[in-house]
């Protein structure tokens, strides 16, 4: 079964709910919960699958405990993963930042060669600009738990199952419903 690894940045604690979250929809199959601010890139060996969720603050700028750790994201560190994104922003008090902090992972983390998974669409958000869009598509789940945070329980939903899929970890019963 494939080992998975939500690392996670969180300032206020809402990424660190929406971790949470995730890890729930992911039941049966378990997720390790890991904080950015205790974790070094030797983390990474227990894992084969890593989720990274980010927030962003001031104005477009990856969240205070990413900007530590992603100079660890190296190609050694994450030979042989896949990798997935999530990102908490605020669409309408930052519409032209909206979930950077997810793009400049990405940015980060793509051109070591890593198959990214969990790619997501831009549609039903009101966002004007993000560095997290690449070729019309977001490059992760976005999640906005201050403007619309009714709206959480059922993206992620959608993303966990997509990813399920993308992964192949979906039983026989889950896939013909
Ligand atoms: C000062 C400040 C700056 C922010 N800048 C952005 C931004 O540029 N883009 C964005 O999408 N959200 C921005 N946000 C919204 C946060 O990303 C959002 O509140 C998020 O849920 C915080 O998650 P955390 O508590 O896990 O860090 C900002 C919030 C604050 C208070």
Redo the contacts with the bound molecule.
Sequence with gaps: MARIGLFYG???????KVAELIGEAFDPTPVDLVDVRQASAEDFRNYDVLIFGT???????L?DEWAVFEDQLTRQALAGKKVAFFG????K??PD????GMGLLYEKVKPLGTPVVGLWSKDGYAYQASAAEVDGRLVGLALD??SEPDRTPGRIQAWVRQLKSELRLMNSDEQVR
């Design positions: 969180s300032t206020t604690g809402s990424t660190l927030s962003t603050w001031h104005w477009g700028s969240q908490l922003g605020d669409q008090l930052y930042h909206f979930v950077d738990e201050d």
